[in-house]
């Protein structure tokens, strides 16, 4: 049964998975960049994967605060475990979030291929170290080589180890898998068949190592963590495993037959569930010596903050999801606007909407702080998560019923 110590957790996987595919899917992108070769052919690969990224590569950082607010609040012990622990690649990873962005940045302004590519060759390098150097530290928790203390452990041996490295080549692989999925469909989305084609190629590589690196990983981790391993591999964990076996190769298929689109979703499965194998492996414990139940904060800070992410999910969702839909579809109707023209609601759908989700909100509320049952938290997390549901669908119901009129002078 789910308790409110559990549901911070919930949310941080959550975003960890959403980070790991969509910022994943960005720092893919610089390693095609970084192995992109010279010339014309180089080039063009370069300026798609700096285009495609535009709209989204900052928004995309949003999932990881999220996931170190949730987690620092939700469990301070453990996160103040974690990052004195772990404090080496975490400060890799940050110095190449700052050298990326300041090389997207300064791109546009170089004024010489030379500037142009030390620019670029920041970027990528940065690009393919960070989510190496964070492979790592998922790695140093998932072997239990975190435990209490500040620092918990070692600062060298925590992350230099065989499922340390493991992980962070895994974290590389399946970047560069993602990228190349994505980047398919956005060159066949702007037009650019051949270029499509050259990603479909890669896409398709990468699957097959990224495959293997998954199989190899398990069995480093069959040799360092057993104990993880055999609950991944025949325990509770199995079905996460096969879930993302079943959509990596899927995926495959897809891109195959140059079935992009759908290509994305079937990828960003693959790699959501070994995320969710893990966390199910690993439960009740959070870091060695210390479960969730023992980690959490008190339950007026697990109330506050699960509240105020529920109601922080009811903007950020739908904010996020009409940037994704300009960016894939380069306008958010169907039908282009009139220059000069506005926009008028109609229809009674949004006000319809208000009630339910007032009601919600309230019983989410109350169920959370006014009983101390395990199953009033579960209705009122259900409650909240119902929220957001209405609430995206009343903003989803607002921009059907917009039109576009003349202007009115």
């Known amino acids: 049964m789910i308790h409110l110590y559990d549901v911070p957790l919930a949310f941080a996987l959550v975003g960890l998975a959403l980070y790991t595919v969509l910022g994943g899917a960005d720092f893919g992108a ?11 052919r180089g080039r063009e690969i370069r300026d798609h994967a700096h285009h495609a990224m535009g709209p989204v590569w900052e928004a995309n950082h949003v999932w ?6 949730v987690m620092w609040t939700a469990y301070p012990t453990a996160f103040a475990s974690i990052a004195s622990t772990l404090s080496v690649p975490l400060f890799v ?16 302004g170089t004024v010489s291929p030379r500037e142009q590519r030390l ?25 239990g080589r975190v435990h209490v203390g500040n620092p918990g452990g070692s600062v060298l041996t925590s992350w230099l180890n065989a499922t340390s490295i493991m992980t962070g080549l895994l974290g590389t692989a399946f970047a560069a898998y993602n990228a190349a999925v994505f980047l398919s469909g956005d060159a066949r989305r702007d037009g650019n068949e051949e270029l499509a084609e050259r990603f479909r190629r890669r896409a398709l590589g990468a699957g097959l190592v990224a495959g293997a690196a998954a199989f190899a990983g398990l069995g480093v981790l069959r040799a360092d963590d057993h104990h993880l391993f055999t609950r991944l591999a025949t325990g509770s964990g199995l079905a996460a495993v096969v879930l993302s076996v079943a959509a990596g190769v899927g995926t495959l298929a897809l891109i195959y037959v140059r079935r992009y689109e759908p290509a994305r979703y079937t990828s960003a499965v693959a790699v959501a569930a070994i995320i969710g194998g893990w966390a199910v492996a690993q439960n ?4 060695r ?3 969730i139940h023992d980690a959490a904060a008190g339950r007026d800070t697990l109330v506050a903050l699960v509240v105020a992410v529920v109601a922080g999910g009811a903007l950020v969702f739908p904010s996020l999801t009409l940037l994704f839909r300009l960016t894939l579809g ?17 229809g009674p759908h949004t006000r319809r909407n208000t009630l339910p989700a007032a009601a919600l909100l309230v019983a989410g509320i109350g169920f959370l702080t006014v009983a101390d049952a395990a199953w009033a938290h579960a209705i009122g ?5 119902l929220f957001v549901a209405v609430a995206f669908r009343s903003v989803a119901l607002e921009d059907e019923d917009t039109a576009s009129v003349g202007d009115p002078a």
């Open 64 to 69: 990881l605060v999220f996931v170190l607010t």
């Open 30 to 40: 610089g390693f095609w960049q970084l192995v992109a070769g010279r010339g014309e």
């Open 381 to 385: 997390v259900t409650a909240l998560l």
């Open 119 to 143: 620019v670029d060759t920041v970027f990528a390098v940065s690009s393919v170290l960070t989510p190496f150097a964070l492979g790592t530290a998922v790695g140093g928790v998932a072997s």
């Open 289 to 291: 010596g210390l479960t």
């Open 330 to 346: 380069g306008r958010l109707r169907g039908d282009a606007l009139i220059p000069g023209a506005v926009i008028r609601p109609r």
């Open 284 to 287: 009740p414990v959070l870091i």
């Open 93 to 108: 990873a940050g110095l190449g979030i700052v050298l990326r962005g300041g090389a997207y940045a300064l791109r546009s």
